[in-house]
């Protein structure tokens, strides 16, 4: 049976860390807290788990502070939650079941990270496969018969355990000042971290995140004319009543492959014009004629429930035919029963 060490950074965790802990800390062989900061009873809460409690000076840089906790690790792997995440029984009793029959050249397991709606700011589908557990000292071994190689792609498996991650709190404007702060410090962020910054922006930021993101993805558009950046700048654009920009990015995006976001912005534009005719084509286009790059919502029930009430509206205007008038009610309730049936899927 392989041996685990779990490494957990916390800061003001009080309301959920002793759940987290409850429902791991009997299957790890160290308990390892790196603290980074917290000014409630979260290292009092620690304490009654582990004696392993470090301080680590935060630096808005959440990897610094996983490496030095991983640092400090001993045994065979690594478990890394977060305080805000637990596993009930049934996923406790998979954990156990890996423990005892993980074969040691698997370098990572994924477990599936599961977020409940209200609190989910980048999640497309109901479980997405993070890795969660990794060999703490990796061994190298050289593969293929002739011309010999080194093999450097881990080993990589896909488990059944379900994790359930139930914050207390939001967390997205922590993160977009951190994704503001890196901007301002490396006028560069990765592809992986730009695509995140759009999808958490997208999908919950409100008006002053975006006119605090215009800079970047400005930028970033500039160098890569990516459909993420179009997005938000069309966003951005419609906020500000800037036409003229809002345009030259819908049009430029509608010449490569246009995407779900860029139709919906396109509805909404119409919509805010009390054109709700040229609005439904829009909306409807999100929905069924594209797909989405940033929030899948966009093109369920998000499009759908726009698409419905242009149809209401149309069907309630004064001049509307009343034979035309019940067909749209009648296609505005339908579009309403597809948007409430609507689910994220379980994975992509």
């Not at 790196?34 to 392993?52: C, H, L, N, P």
């Not at 977020?115 to 497309?124: K, L």
């Not at 909404?268 to 940033?294: D, G």
């Amino acid at each position: 049976m392989i041996t685990i060490s779990l490494c957990m950074i916390v800061k003001n965790e009080e309301p959920v860390l002793a759940r987290c802990l409850d429902s791991v800390a009997s299957m790890m062989d160290e308990i390892i807290i790196v603290d980074t900061g917290s000014t409630d009873r979260t290292k009092e809460i620690a304490a009654q788990y582990t004696s392993r409690i470090y301080d680590f000076t935060w630096c808005d840089d959440f990897s610094a502070a996983r490496n030095y906790a991983f640092s400090l690790a001993t045994m065979d792997y690594i478990y890394c939650p977060d305080a805000d995440e637990y596993l009930d029984l049934e996923n406790q009793r998979r954990f156990l079941r890996l423990k005892g029959a993980l074969l040691p050249e698997i370098e990572i397991v994924q477990m599936n990270y599961i977020t409940p709606p209200d609190f989910n700011t980048v999640q497309n589908c109901k479980k997405e496969p993070r890795p969660k557990l990794f060999k703490r000292l990796r061994t190298f071994s050289w593969v293929d018969p002739v011309h010999e190689t080194i093999r450097t792609d881990p080993v990589i498996y896909d488990s059944d355990i379900d994790i359930l991650h139930r914050p207390h709190v939001m967390h997205a404007k922590r993160d977009f000042a951190m994704f503001e702060k890196a901007f301002r410090e490396n006028r560069v962020l990765s592809e992986k971290i730009t695509r995140m910054y759009a999808r958490e922006l997208y999908k919950c930021g409100d008006e002053e995140d975006f006119l605090r993101a215009t800079d970047y993805f400005s930028l970033h558009y500039e160098a890569h004319a990516d459909a993420e950046s179009a997005c938000i700048l069309a966003h951005a654009a419609r906020i500000q009543n800037s036409v003229d920009d809002f345009f030259s990015i819908c049009l430029k995006d509608m010449c490569s492959s246009s995407c779900s976001e860029i139709c919906y912005e396109l509805g909404q534009y119409y919509r805010e014009r009390q054109n709700p005719q040229e609005a439904s084509l829009w909306f409807y286009n999100a929905a069924f004629e594209t797909q989405p790059v940033l929030d899948i919502e966009i093109s369920g029930k998000k499009a759908l429930l726009q698409l419905a009430e242009c149809y209401r509206t149309l069907a309630e205007n004064e001049l509307c035919d009343p034979c035309s008038a019940g067909d749209l009610l009648s296609r505005a309730s339908e579009y309403e029963q597809q948007a409430q049936a609507w689910e994220l899927p379980e994975e992509l």
